[in-house]
């Protein structure tokens, strides 16, 4: 059974930092594809970014130039760099993983942006 856990989620003022990340358990094979996702209370989930097994990464342009993605296949791990944080960014904050064509979702780790 995959499961995806996001930790590193939590208050941060505006122009601060976070760091996520998301840990891949339960399968033997590297996730094809990791990324990120966000929903903020009334809106619909929307992309981050997403990175491929080969490094190959993808970005929303709202996060450009200030969020990374990154991943270690060999902790299972993706990670989201968050620099420069904005209001606007605060949302539940989600992974997901595509391991041998099923898509998994972590629980989701919020992130509040605010002074």
């Known amino acids: 059974q995959v499961q995806l856990v996001e930790s590193g989620g939590g208050l941060v003022q505006p122009g601060g930092s976070l760091r996520l990340s998301c840990l891949a358990s339960?399968?033997?094979?590297?996730?094809?594809?990791m990324g990120w996702y966000r929903q903020a209370p009334g809106k619909q989930r929307e992309l981050v970014a997403t990175?491929?097994?080969?490094?190959?990464?993808n970005y929303a342009d709202y996060v450009k130039g200030r969020f990374t993605i990154s991943r270690d296949n060999a902790k299972r791990t993706v990670y989201l760099q968050m620099n420069d944080v904005k209001p606007e960014d605060t949302a539940v904050y989600y992974c997901?993983?595509?391991?041998?064509?099923?898509?998994?979702w972590g629980q989701g780790t919020q992130v509040t942006v605010s002074s």
């Open positions: 990175i491929i097994n080969g490094g190959n990464t």
């Open positions: 339960g399968s033997i094979f590297a996730p094809d594809v």
């Open positions: 997901n993983s595509v391991i041998l064509g099923r898509l998994y």
